[in-house]
């Protein structure tokens, strides 16, 4: 396929194949790594699948994460590479499973879904006393679906999402490898999968046209839904941005957060450069007396906050 390398590629002899030996031959090791050589104090493997590899770090008995490559990491061939919020999940002392993609398939593939299906009935994730599944976009996609097969998992999820099955979803005109992926495979559908989470924190702009009608078709109880206003795909960016991703994620994966706390942690979007683009982008011309009163307010808060950075700690 067009996300993989190819059948010649693979050869030990291609150049291709031969730069990727020399690159991990030359550059540094990833700190995982460091952790899981023969020589490291860390506990753990690496398992390596044909178009998906899993890393796992024993950590913690109390909380295992399980944690979904975007989109955007796909196609990386670095030895760098470490799987999505892996420095975060090691900094908290959590055990962590972290599943690399080589394609942007959204994980439609028997061998993944065979992988977690045999995990959870040999009663992997039972040693731990709680499981959180993270992710965003394609990420957030497994996260919502692949939770299903450790029922009360709680579950956090950036943009992520529902489907790419064009039966249920016919507006959704992003990501056609995706959409031509085998949806008949189990664990295709959020919408039905959420249902058996703890808590499901969703995180999406509500300006965003397709992000909040995959958002949309998430219900119950246990679902969460906290808009991340004028972040367009980049609600977990924004979040750094602000200094807030930190407690926000420890929030969740506990269970703890409430939308009353993180809407106030959200006031201080109003600063960013970013936000007033976009309320200038979405409403300049319909509203432009409320976006002027808007950039005076933005550029009293930032004057503030400089003001505040320059003081003697």
Not at 83 to 97: A, I, N, Q, T, V
Not at 152 to 161: E, K, R, Y
Request: zero cysteines; a positive charge.
């Amino acid at each position: 396929m067009a996300d993989d390398l190819s059948k010649e590629q693979l050869k030990p002899d291609h150049p291709d194949r031969k730069t990727g030996y020399e690159r991990i031959l030359t550059d540094p090791a990833p700190p995982w790594f460091v952790e899981l050589y023969p020589g490291g104090d860390g506990t753990g493997y690496l398992q390596k699948l044909e178009r998906h590899s899993v890393l796992f770090h024993q950590r913690s008995a109390s909380q295992l994460v399980v944690s979904f490559d975007n989109i955007a990491n796909a196609n990386d061939l670095s030895f760098a590479r470490e799987p999505w919020g892996w420095k975060f999940f090691r900094d908290e002392g959590l055990s962590h499973m972290g599943i690399f993609a080589r394609t942007k398939a959204w994980y439609r593939d028997p061998e993944i879904i065979t992988y977690f299906q045999n995990r959870a009935a040999e009663g992997f994730f039972a040693q731990f006393d709680q499981v959180v599944f993270a992710g965003a976009s394609m990420g957030g996609f497994g996260a919502l679906t692949f939770s299903e097969l450790v029922p009360g998992a709680n579950v956090i999820a950036f943009n992520p999402q529902t489907t790419l099955d064009e039966r249920l979803v016919p507006w959704e005109t992003r990501y056609r490898f995706g959409r031509v992926q085998d949806w008949d495979l189990p664990l295709g559908d959020a919408a039905q999968t959420v249902k058996k989470a703890g808590r499901a924190y969703v995180f999406y702009d509500p300006f965003f046209d397709l992000d909040r009608q995959q958002v949309s078709r998430l219900q119950g109880e246990n679902v969460v839904l906290l808009k991340t206003w004028f972040s367009n795909h980049f609600a977990a960016p924004m979040l750094r941005k602000l200094n807030i991703l930190k407690p926000v994620m420890q929030g969740a994966m506990n269970g703890s957060l409430e939308p009353v706390d993180f809407y106030q942690m959200m006031r201080e979007r109003r600063r960013l450069p970013m936000v007033m683009r976009a309320i200038e982008a979405q409403a300049g011309e319909r509203h432009p007396e409320l976006v002027r009163q808007a950039r005076q307010k933005f550029r009293k808060l930032r004057r503030a906050a400089l003001t505040e950075a320059e003081k003697p700690q």
